[in-house]
Structures are given as structure tokens and as C-alpha cells.
């Protein structure tokens, strides 16, 4: 199985969220990629073959195929580039084309996906009440300054801001029922968010409907965010950081810029670091 294994939005040489890349000449099979995604154990892998002038790409969990991954993205990003030396490189998923760019840095790979479009909208309020409930918050607790919503950029992902970091740290719900709940509600992850600063965020990623308790970067989510911030006309001066992971012992820095055309691609970049063998997906 030679599948390499990257840490995405490092923090520098640390840090950073844990992704297979595996780059071939012909794609696996559903049935093989699932195998892979699960044996490897990562909350993805990517798996990329030439198609023309481009890479066919799919993304597996351990548990199911999702339609688009920031993360796994930026990995496969430092691959190609690795591979292939700098570059832009054209990215055909599942329901959209994308881009990623790789930039070798020392040690490092700088790498900076273009999301596919973004929307977002009320969140609907039984959802609303069932997150609330895994989550064990209520109203209170919620920053009123960024109504809960569904964010999409890509994925669906329900936005939930918090009103104190100390709420954000506290976060715990039970995988079995967030795992039911978020396959229900159609959910890829719930981005539960605190705002230090109209520019600086704090993120935690509960993404229990792919089996896993949580996500220390998600890519797909800080874009569908930071669109979701556009559509609030929320004072973002065209960029937003994102430190997740922090919690969990795996400090990840997320940058997106957002341009001003409604619904339009959200640039998310970051570090990405090769892994040392035997290195874990998770802190202890």
C-alpha cells in the first residue's frame, strides 16, 4: 500500500491534521479505496490519478466516501509538488473542479487549495435543537453575532459560534450518537467556532459521520466558514486565521482570503509536513 502520509495546516514542524495521499496511474476501486481509507486510519485519504491535463480525485474516510476534503487536499497538494516540483495543479473531484497549489519550503510544503463554491443559510431548527443537545449547550451559550448556519463549500457543515473560548474548550459528545445525528442532517462536520477577533478564530470539528471524534484541521470547513462570514458581511478584511486542533493537543493555522464575489472560491492555504514513521494520527 504505498500511500504517503502528510500532516496538512502544520504549525511549522508540528502540529497539523494527519492525511494518506495515494497517486497512481489507475484509480481503485470504491471497494479498494474504502479498504485503504481504513486501514491507514486517517480522518482521510486521497486518492489521485492523471485524467488529461488534470487529477481525478476521490476522498475516503474510514468509514464512507466524502465529496470534498481541505485537508487531504492540501496533503495531496505537497505530494504532487513533491513529485512533480512547484506548481498549480487542476483537480477534478466527484461534483466540482478545483485547484491546488504546492510550493516546497525547507522542511515544509507550502500549499493553497481554491474551494468550490460556497452558500450558506439558516440553520434549520430542529437541527439546531438536536446539535444543542449532543453537544449539551443551550442558546446561552451561543455568540448571537454569528447565527448557527449551514455552510456549504464543497460539503455541508453546521457553523455553531460560541460565545467563550472556555465553552469551545469544553466540548464533548458521544461518538455513536453524533455519528446517527450527523448522517441524518446530511452533516460532513459540525464547525463549532469562537471569535477572538473579527480576523482570528478558534475551531473545534467533531466529524463523527466519517467515525471520527474530531478533526485537528479541516480545510472544507474553514472555507465554507469564511464564506459563510462573506454572506454576513461580517468585517473579515478579506482574510481570517483559524487555529484548531489546539485542544486536542495538535495546534493546526488554517488562512483563508475572501474575495468579494458572493458564492464565489474561497483560497484556503497552510503548512504541510511529512510524517515521521510511526507517527501517530492523535495526540495521547
Same mark, same amino acid.
Given at each position: 500500500?504505498?500511500?504517503r502520509?502528510?500532516?496538512?495546516?502544520?504549525?511549522?514542524?508540528?502540529?497539523?491534521?494527519?492525511?494518506?495521499?495515494?497517486?497512481?496511474s489507475?484509480?481503485?476501486? =470504491?471497494?479498494?479505496?474504502?479498504?485503504?481509507a481504513?486501514?491507514?486510519?486517517?480522518?482521510?485519504?486521497?486518492?489521485?490519478?492523471?485524467?488529461? =491535463?488534470?487529477?481525478?480525485?476521490?476522498?475516503?474516510?474510514?468509514?464512507?466516501?466524502?465529496?470534498?476534503?481541505?485537508?487531504?487536499?492540501?496533503?495531496?497538494?505537497?505530494?504532487?509538488?513533491?513529485?512533480?516540483?512547484?506548481?498549480?495543479?487542476?483537480?477534478?473531484?466527484?461534483?466540482?473542479?478545483?485547484?491546488?497549489?504546492?510550493r516546497?519550503?525547507?522542511?515544509?510544503?507550502?500549499?493553497?487549495?481554491?474551494?468550490?463554491?460556497?452558500?450558506?443559510?439558516?440553520a434549520d431548527?430542529?437541527?439546531?435543537?438536536d446539535?444543542?443537545?449532543?453537544?449539551?449547550?443551550?442558546?446561552?451559550?451561543?455568540?448571537p453575532?454569528?447565527?448557527?448556519?449551514?455552510?456549504?463549500?464543497?460539503?455541508?457543515?453546521?457553523?455553531?459560534?460560541?460565545?467563550?473560548?472556555?465553552?469551545l474548550?469544553?466540548?464533548?459528545?458521544k461518538?455513536?450518537a453524533?455519528?446517527?445525528?450527523?448522517?441524518?442532517?446530511?452533516?460532513?462536520?459540525?464547525?463549532?467556532?469562537?471569535?477572538q477577533?473579527?480576523?482570528?478564530?478558534?475551531?473545534?470539528?467533531?466529524?463523527?459521520?466519517?467515525?471520527?471524534?474530531?478533526?485537528?484541521?479541516t480545510?472544507?470547513?474553514?472555507a465554507?466558514?469564511?464564506?459563510?462570514?462573506?454572506?454576513?458581511?461580517?468585517?473579515?478584511?478579506?482574510?481570517?486565521d483559524?487555529?484548531?486542533?489546539?485542544?486536542?493537543?495538535?495546534?493546526?493555522?488554517?488562512?483563508?482570503?475572501?474575495?468579494?464575489?458572493?458564492?464565489?472560491s474561497?483560497?484556503?492555504?497552510?503548512?504541510a509536513?511529512?510524517?515521521?514513521?510511526?507517527?501517530?494520527?492523535?495526540?495521547?
Open positions: 500500500m504505498n500511500i502520509r502528510i500532516a496538512a495546516f502544520s504549525d511549522g514542524d508540528v502540529g497539523g491534521n494527519p492525511a494518506g495521499v495515494w497517486v497512481g489507475t484509480m481503485p476501486t =470504491a471497494a479498494e479505496m474504502q479498504r485503504m481504513a486501514e491507514i486510519g486517517f480522518s482521510e485519504t486521497a486518492f489521485a490519478v492523471p485524467e488529461e =491535463a488534470a487529477w481525478r480525485v476521490r476522498y475516503f474516510s474510514p468509514e464512507s466516501e466524502v465529496p470534498f476534503c481541505g485537508h487531504a487536499t492540501i496533503a495531496l497538494g505537497a505530494v504532487l509538488a513533491l513529485e512533480n516540483g512547484d506548481d498549480v495543479f487542476e483537480l477534478r473531484l466527484n461534483a466540482a473542479k478545483i485547484t491546488v497549489e504546492g516546497r519550503e525547507g522542511t515544509t510544503i507550502m500549499a493553497a487549495l481554491q474551494s468550490p463554491p460556497t452558500s450558506s443559510a439558516q431548527p430542529q437541527v439546531l435543537s446539535a444543542l443537545s449532543l453537544f449539551g449547550l443551550v442558546a446561552d451559550d451561543l455568540d453575532a454569528i447565527p448557527p448556519a449551514l455552510a456549504h463549500g464543497g460539503a455541508d457543515h453546521l457553523v455553531l459560534a460560541l460565545g467563550s473560548r472556555e465553552a474548550r469544553a466540548m464533548s459528545y461518538l455513536s453524533g455519528r446517527v445525528f450527523m448522517r441524518e442532517a446530511h452533516l460532513t462536520t459540525i464547525a463549532l467556532i469562537y471569535a477577533t473579527p480576523r482570528l478564530f478558534h475551531a473545534r470539528n467533531p466529524f463523527a459521520s466519517g467515525g471520527i471524534y474530531e478533526d485537528p484541521a480545510g472544507a470547513a474553514a465554507a466558514f469564511a464564506g459563510y462570514l462573506r454572506d454576513l458581511d461580517w468585517p473579515h478584511g478579506g482574510a481570517i483559524i487555529i484548531q486542533g489546539e485542544d486536542m493537543g495538535m495546534r493546526s493555522l488554517i488562512h483563508a482570503e475572501i474575495p468579494r464575489l458572493p458564492g464565489g474561497i483560497r484556503v492555504s497552510g503548512t509536513r511529512i510524517m515521521s514513521p510511526g507517527e501517530k494520527a492523535s495526540a495521547p
